[in-house]
C-alpha cells in the first residue's frame, strides 16, 4: 500500500488479498534458498499477474533474498532493499512497475502481459522433468524442482493459457501447480462482465487435479492446498483462491477501484486500523518479521541447497561427463568441440531448401549438444526440425527424456514454454511457418525483453510459399521481427550460409534468435568463386564483385533473392556494368559492426544501390539510401506457382537488372 502510494501509481490490491497465499507458499512449501536464488533445483515461483509486482517484491525483500551478478556469482547485498520499494517505479530502481527477470534477482521471468507467465511456467515444469530424466541417475536426484504460478482472472482469460494448461494436462506435469486468485474483479469491473467460465471444470478437463481454499486468508487450508499438489501424481494441479481485492481497505475491498491506483492516504489509514497496524507508520517492517523468513523459508532453502551442493560433488566423482553437462548448461557454454558438428555443403546449382540444408545442421548439432531440445508448433515435417538420430526421441507424458517437443497447435504457449525452457537453462528452439510467427510474437518480444537466448525456426519465409496463397505468405513479418529490439533475425541465402547462422546463434548466450528459411530450394553457390559464407556472422558481406575495377553499382539482398542477384550480377558483368552482390542475412549483425567495415562492404560513395527481398521493402532505405531503390511486396502476395509468382511480383534477374541500369542513368 505504501510503495503504491509512494509512487502514486501501481495496482495495490492484489498484493494485499495474496499476501497470505504468497506467505503460505513461500514460507512453508517453497524449496528456495534466498542465499542462493539461482541454485539449479530451486523450486520456481512465477507471479503471472505481473501487476501485482508488489506482492514478488515485498517477498523477496522479507525473505532476504540476494543478489546475483552477471558472472552468477553472489555478494551479499540485497536483491530489493527497503530503499528500492520506497523507489517503486522509479527510474533504476529494482522494483519496476512489473518484474523483469535479469533486472532484479530472484525473479524468474518477466510477467505484466497476462497469461504469458503461467504458459512460461508450464516450460519451466517441462525442463524439470526433462533434465531430471536426463542428469538423474540412482542415488543422484540431481533435479525434480517444482514450479508454482499465481494468476488471476486475467491470466485465466488469455487464449495463452488456455493452449499451455492443455499441453501441460496432456503431458500429466505433476510438478506444475497453478494458484488461481478468483477474485471476480478485473480493471472495468466484476468478472460478471465477460466472464462466465466455470474454471474448475475447464480444468478437468484439461486433465488437471483441481482443489479450492475458499478464503485466501485460510492459511491452515492454503497448506493441505500446497500438500495436496505435491503429493498429486500425474497431474498439474490448479487450487482455485477465493478471495478480496484490496482485502481490509474498508471502502475499496471488493471493488475495482482497488485493482489499479494508490489506495489514498486515508483509506490506508482505515486498512492499517483494521489490521492492527500503527497507522501513521510507513514502509514498515516490524521487528522479528526477517527473522521469522529466515527461519523458515531461510532455514529450509539453506538445508536443501547444501544438501544438493554435496550432492553435486558426489555427482561429480561418479558421473563427471553428466556434471560437466550440468554445470555448462547452468552457465550457458556448450559443449567442448561443438563446432566440429556444423557440416559445409558441396556446391550445387540445384541445391536444397533452406529447412533442408537446417536439418541437416539442426541434427549434427543437436547431438555435440545434449541439452538442445525443441519442437514445432504441429509442422515438424515441413518445418523439418524434428531431431531423428538415434535416442533423440520424443518428450511425452509417459516418458520425459526425448528431445523433440510436440507442442500441438499452439503457437503462443510454445513461445512461452521456449521462454520457460531457456530460463530453466535448457536450451530451446521452436519453429512454425513464418507467417504465424505473429501467433507467437508477444512470447518472442518477451524473450528478447529478457535476453534469453531462445531460437526460432521460421520457414515458408515468402512468396516461395507458392500455391498456399497470400493467407501463407508472410510480407511484412521479417520486418515486423526486426522492430523487436535484441531480436536477432537471420535469413541465409543458402545451404552454407544456413550452416554458418546456426554457428552463430548456437553461440548467444543472452539473446533469442529467429532463423529465416525458405520452403524451396536455393542453388548452394560455389564458395570458390563467391566468398566464404563465414561472412554471414557479420551480417553482410560481400559476396561477389566485379572482375575489375571497383563496383559502381551495389545489389544487396537476403535469403532467395541472394541467387537472384548473383544471376543479376552476371548478366550485369555482360553488359560491362560493374555491380556488387552484397549478402545481407542479418541487419542486427551488421548494424553491430564498425563503421570501417560497414564501409568496406556498402561504400559510401556508391549511391547507385538496388536491395532484393521478397518482403516488405519498408526499412531498406536504411541500406539503400533515399534515391536508392528497394524490390520487394508492396502488396499481399497470390495463390499460384512459384515460378509464376516471382514473374508477377518481379522477382527476376532482369528487373534487378534494369533497376540497377536505372540507379546508374544521370539524374534529371
Ligand atoms: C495481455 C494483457 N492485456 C491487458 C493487460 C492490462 N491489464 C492489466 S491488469 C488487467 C486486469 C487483470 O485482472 P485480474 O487478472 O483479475 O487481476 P486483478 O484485478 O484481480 O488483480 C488488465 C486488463 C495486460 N497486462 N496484459
Ligand atoms: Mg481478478
Redesign the pocket.
Known sequence: MDAVQQANSG?P??PM?MAPVAYALWQRHLRFDPDDPIWPNRDRFVLS????SMLLYSLLHLAGVKAVNPKYETLGDLSVSLDDIKRFRQLESKCPG?PEYRWTSGIETTT?????GVATSVGMAIASKWMAAHFNRPDFPMFGFDVYAL????????GISQEAASLAGHLKLDNLCWIY?N??????GS?DLAFSDDVATRFIGYGWNVTRVGDANDLAMLDRAFDTAKNTTGRPTLIIVDSH?GYGAPHKQDT?A???EPLGEEEIRLSKRGYGWPEEAKFLVPEGVREHFASGIGARGARLRAEWVALFERYRKSCPAEADALYRMQHRELPEGWEKAIPSFPADAKGLAGRDASAKVLNAAAQAIPWLMGGSADLAPSTKTRLTFDGAGDFEAGYHGGRNMHFGIREHAMGAILNGLSLSKVRPYGSGFLIFSDYGR?AIRLAAIMEIPVIYVFTHDSIGVGEDGPTHQPVEHLLSLRAIPGLVTIRPGDANEVAEAWRVILQFRHEPACLILSRQALPTLDRAKYAPASGLARGAYVLADPPAGPPEVLLLATGSEVPLCVAAHELLDKEGVRSRVVSMPSWELFDRQDQAYKDSVLPPSVRARVSVEQASTLGWERYVGSTGRAIGMRTFGASAPLKELQKKFGFEPGRVVSAARDQLAPRA
Open positions: 495496482h490490491g492484489t488479498a499477474m505481473g501487476h501485482a512489473h505484466g502481459p497476462l497469461g504469458q494468476a488471476g482472472d486475467g491470466c485465466l482469460m488469455e486468485d477474485n471476480r474483479i478485473t480493471i472495468e468478472t481485492i475495482h482497488a485493482h489499479g508477444p
